[in-house]
């Protein structure tokens, strides 16, 4: 993490939130979640080829 920005209203890069994305879809946590919450998985999986982004 870069604390430089942290006082900063930039953002940071598509490839840095991408790259935290798929840390995080890796990680035992999020394994845990999906366990927890069926319903969320099935909603994930729903969405997961949508432009949700302009």
Do not use: W
Not at 2 to 22: C, G, P, V, W
């Amino acid at each position: 993490m870069n604390f430089q920005r942290i006082n900063s209203l930039e953002m940071e890069t598509e490839d840095h939130y991408r790259k935290k994305a798929n840390f995080y879809r890796t990680s035992p946590e999020y394994g845990k979640m999906i366990s927890l919450y069926p319903i969320l998985e099935s909603s994930i999986k729903d969405c997961k080829d949508e432009n949700l982004v302009a």
